[in-house]
């Protein structure tokens, strides 16, 4: 899914009216107890399970995305796995009911961005939503952009930015950056599987990245911009890829909402979608029953590890721990597979 990522030709941006804290730009604000702005409000939620791939706009947090499209749905319970900051757009993968248990496997997995960097200029958070620290001429040729992106492949330490969700003593970084303290961070290792060119018109790049979980794309362009000697910053970031799952299978909130009630359920992969890179096995009844009472039913010729568990209707029960030629329930969704208790 290709899309332009910014309106300007020479790589800036233009800041536009946040909405307030919580609340989605061009939308009425759900109101639970009066159904304002849509015919769901005022129903009872509903055990919703099941993933919903969504391509979050620009100028919105990841929480305000989940909360428009949690009441949409008329959701009890829903998370995300892994924000996107307000300036980003592209793939943010919601779950609903069950598929919360298994986020975190969808939170480590890689990721694939489209980033445009803006070279020559420097801001506080790396991003547009900073101020300019720093200007500098931009003389940076192709083959000398080219020549430093091996120094960021592979295995590389970065260190994570101050304006930041990561915590200090209970407090986001963000919060110390506000109040203008800097805080010493170490650095992490993570993972640039691939990064490339895919735009070459300086002051304006735009590359492409996969990468390990925890890799800050920010960081990244503030890296290579110090390595050329003139500095950047991201003017724009999308998300491609989150695990197994693409952009270009996401719907956007209004494309949600467009439905009919009836009819949003529908845009949810099942709950074991988010763990479809695991070996499967099946159960009969006697053996999902009891993995789901909690004991370690046997099963030979099982793959060693995590494993998918599928009774013998071939419905998710949920993960296992295969070890021995036994099975050690992991996670377990609420099903009613061979027993009330599972």
Avoid at 143 to 155: N, R, T
Avoid at 278 to 295: F, I, K, M, T
Wanted: aromatic share 4%; hydrophobic share 40%; net charge neutral.
């Amino acid at each position: 899914m290709h899309r332009p990522l910014h309106p300007n030709p020479d790589g800036t941006t233009s800041h536009s009216t946040k909405p307030a804290s919580g609340q989605v730009a061009g939308y009425p604000q759900p109101s639970p107890r009066t159904g304002e702005g849509a015919n769901v409000g005022s129903l009872p939620r509903k055990p919703i399970n099941g993933v919903l791939l969504l391509d979050k706009p620009v100028g919105i947090s990841s929480n305000a995305a989940l909360q428009k499209a949690k009441w949409l749905l008329n959701a009890k319970k829903a998370g995300h796995t892994g924000t996107l900051d307000p300036f980003a757009d592209g793939l943010l993968p919601l779950c609903f009911g069950e598929a919360t248990k298994f986020s975190a496997y969808l939170l480590d997995a890689d990721k694939t961005y489209r980033a445009v960097m803006r070279l020559g200029v420097v801001t506080t958070t790396g991003d547009p939503e900073g101020e300019v620290m720093a200007t500098q001429p931009v003389a940076v040729s192709r083959s000398e952009f080219d020549a430093v992106l091996p120094s960021f492949s592979g295995e590389i330490e970065q260190i994570p930015p101050m304006h930041s969700a990561l915590k200090h003593q209970g407090r986001p970084l963000y919060e110390y950056a506000r109040a203008g303290i800097e805080i010493d961070r170490p650095p992490r290792r993570v993972t640039i599987h691939r990064l490339e060119v895919v735009e070459w018109s300086p002051p304006r790049v735009i590359i492409e990245v996969k990468c390990s979980a925890g890799t800050y794309i920010r960081t990244l362009a503030q890296d290579i911009g110090a390595a050329l000697g003139c500095g950047a910053h991201l003017t724009a970031l999308t998300r491609l890829a989150s695990g197994g799952f693409s952009l270009a299978d996401a719907c956007t909130l209004s494309e949600l909402e467009a439905l009919l009630p009836t009819q949003r359920p529908d845009r949810l992969l099942p709950v074991d979608s988010l763990v479809a890179h695991l070996p499967a096995v099946s159960l009969d009844d006697a053996s999902a029953a009891a993995l789901c009472q909690g004991r370690h039913p046997e099963l030979q010729g099982a793959p060693a590890g995590l494993v998918r568990v599928y009774d013998r209707t071939q419905r998710f029960v949920g993960l296992a721990k295969s070890d021995m030629h036994q099975l050690i329930p992991q996670r377990l969704v609420a099903t009613n597979v061979a027993t009330p208790s599972c």
